[in-house]
């Protein structure tokens, strides 16, 4: 139902928080710097140390010179949001750290477990929580703030091209445009009456207090990411859901009754209300997916592989069947071209393209087509066979200005946010009073000047 992300990072940042609070339960909290009226503690230097280390992240340099360095620009960056009075939505901090508790009690089993293991109740873990991804998020703001106006012209790429030596350019990897002609086999009405049967048999169930959701939800439902935790979602909004699915949960009431049959492009779902918090809601669902027939996929199978045929025999071209024959609404007018969601250009890496189709691809000259595949098309999680053709292959090759401005275009913007927020932090410091541990001095800092001369 909703894109849950693997946040190792996280969960190493709170095991750290737990061994500093460990660590430092029976002695006084240590000052280290000081920047304008905000502290750096000790522990937060080595929270962050040991955070680094179990990620297996390299510190360069002394670890107790970079992380409380680190530590102060973070609170530049923050002290520069209160002037500016910018903030973050308050929903969407709870939102990730829902997500990210979610994950935590996926992978440990129970909200339990996850208590036992970092020796703290959930409401203390939500907490440490929703401070990290609230200055995180500040941060980043701030940021997108500073440069929000930048912009480059094609003379300053083509100067900022002129100007790198050749060997320092990037190296771009082999991409290749594919085409497809795609159809999607109907799932027959009988199937789809039976997903709703079963679906209305667990209702009955769990409204007559037979049975619990969250236990059907384990043994039956197939959405893979919440099925292990009874069906639950965490807390959401609105628009993480699919519309359909939202317009009913946020109008469920009863926390002990189910929904009606909810139908989604996931498939048919029922709902059961855990808990309302404002505009964010927490429920359980069970999720059943209608599949389509073999003889279906086999008949679909069956029809593109005569369609290839016509095409060698020049009865018509690739293209011309994408217009007239696929049922892929994102292609099918464009000569059956797919088009790269991360960059908006036909061009792919070979990890860029769904699995099938990659697999389908590095088998293929250029110009070649496929024989008929049967895969799942994770735009729409249907099932779809298609034909694939190989349009072009480029190899992989250091960055031109020709053929990769938008790459040249991409470091040359990236050079110049570097450098304002470089400059925004030498100022920064210049102005706000640091004061830094004696001890803590002897360091080969990143930024000149935290250290001021008498």
């Known amino acids: 139902m909703k894109k849950i992300a693997i946040i190792t990072t996280t969960l190493l940042f709170i095991a750290a928080s737990v061994s500093a609070q460990v660590n430092h339960d029976n002695i006084i909290e240590e000052v280290v710097w000081v920047v304008g009226d905000e502290p750096i503690y000790r522990s937060e230097v080595e929270t962050q140390i040991q955070q680094m280390q179990y990620d297996g992240t390299k510190i360069d340099g002394d670890p107790y010179c970079v992380i409380p360095e680190m530590i102060a620009v973070q609170k530049l960056y923050l002290h520069q949001a209160k002037l500016d009075t910018i903030i973050v939505p308050e929903s969407s901090v709870l939102q990730e750290v829902d997500m990210r508790l979610n994950y935590f009690i996926d ?53 900022y091209y002129n100007s790198i030596p050749k060997d320092s350019l990037p190296t771009i990897p082999m991409q290749v445009e594919v085409q497809v002609i795609a159809l999607y086999p109907q799932v027959p009405q009988q199937e ?39 069906g639950e979602l965490g807390f959401v909004s609105k628009g993480t859901l699919a519309p359909e699915f939202a317009a009913v949960a946020f109008n469920l009431n009863d926390t002990k009754k189910v929904s009606k049959i909810v139908e989604t492009e996931f498939g048919y779902h029922i709902i059961q209300l855990i808990e309302k918090r404002g505009d964010q809601i927490n429920c359980r669902h069970i999720l059943l997916k209608p599949r389509v027939s073999t003889s279906d996929i086999t008949a679909a199978v069956h029809q593109l592989d005569s369609v ?90 250091r ?3 020709a053929n990769d401005y938008q790459v040249i275009a991409n470091m040359l913007e990236a050079d110049k946010r570097a450098e304002i927020l470089q400059n925004w932090i030498d100022q920064k410091r210049r102005d706000t009073y640091v004061r830094i541990k004696e001890e803590w001095r002897n360091c080969e800092f990143k930024y000149d000047g935290w250290i001021k001369q008498r």
């Open 192 to 230: 789809t009456d039976n997903v709703k049967a079963r679906l209305r048999e667990f209702s009955e169930q769990v409204n007559s207090g037979e049975r619990e959701f969250s236990t059907l939800a384990i043994l039956h439902s197939e959405d893979p990411g919440t099925a292990m935790r009874g």
């Open 399 to 401: 960055a031109d200005l």
């Open 107 to 159: 992978q440990l089993g129970s909200k339990e477990k996850v208590e036992e293991y970092f020796r703290k109740p959930i409401k203390d873990i939500r907490d440490e929580l929703s401070e990290y991804v609230r200055n995180n998020n500040i941060v980043q703001e701030v940021q997108r703030t500073l440069v929000s106006d930048i912009k480059v012209s094609p003379s300053e790429v083509r100067k």
């Open 308 to 397: 290839r045929t016509d095409i060698h025999n020049g009865t018509f071209t690739f293209e011309k069947a994408a217009q007239y024959i696929s049922q892929d609404k994102d292609t099918r007018f464009n000569e059956g071209l797919m088009s790269n969601p991360n960059t908006g250009s036909p061009r792919f890496e070979m990890s860029e393209l769904p699995q099938d189709v990659a697999k389908a691809v590095a088998n293929l000259e250029v110009g070649e087509i496929s024989q008929p595949i049967s895969t799942i098309d994770a735009k729409n999680n249907k099932e779809v066979v298609m034909l694939v053709k190989l349009r072009s292959r480029r190899p992989a090759h």
